[in-house]
C-alpha cells in the first residue's frame, strides 16, 4: 500500500508558477508517476507521466511550459508549472502506476 499526499497548489496569476510535490509513504523506485487534473465539469486527464528511469511525456497542452520529476531518494515526484494560464485551473492528483492515487491539490490560475 503506497499513500501519496501532494502539496503544493494555490492561487496564482495568469504567467506565474508554482510548483507541486507528492510525498509517497514507501519507495517509488521502479514505479512509473504522474500527474493527472480534473477541472469541474470536465473528465480527469494526463499531465505528465515519468517512468522509472526517467523518460516522460506530456499533454500537449502543457509542454513547454510544465516539467515533471522525480527524486527516488526522497520518494517524492515534482510537477513545476511555469507559464501557468487559467485554463489549467483544476484539482491535479499524483498517481504511481496508475493504480495508487493522492486526494488532489487545487491549483487555480487567475487574475
Known amino acids: 500500500q503506497v499513500q501519496l499526499v501532494e502539496s503544493g497548489g494555490g492561487l496564482v496569476q495568469p504567467g506565474g508558477s508554482l510548483r507541486l510535490s507528492c510525498a509517497a509513504s514507501?519507495?517509488?523506485?521502479?514505479?512509473?508517476m504522474g500527474w493527472y487534473r480534473q477541472a469541474p465539469g470536465k473528465e480527469r486527464e494526463l499531465v505528465a507521466q515519468?517512468?522509472?528511469?526517467?523518460?516522460?511525456n506530456y499533454a500537449d497542452s502543457v509542454k513547454g511550459r510544465f516539467t515533471i520529476s522525480r527524486d527516488d531518494t526522497k520518494n517524492t515526484l515534482y510537477l513545476q508549472m511555469n507559464s501557468l494560464k487559467p485554463e489549467d485551473t483544476a484539482v491535479y492528483y499524483c498517481?504511481?502506476?496508475?493504480?495508487?492515487w493522492g486526494q488532489g491539490t487545487q491549483v487555480t490560475v487567475s487574475s
Open positions: 498517481t504511481a502506476s496508475h493504480h495508487y
Open positions: 515519468i517512468s522509472s528511469v526517467g523518460t516522460t
Open positions: 514507501g519507495s517509488i523506485l521502479w514505479i512509473t
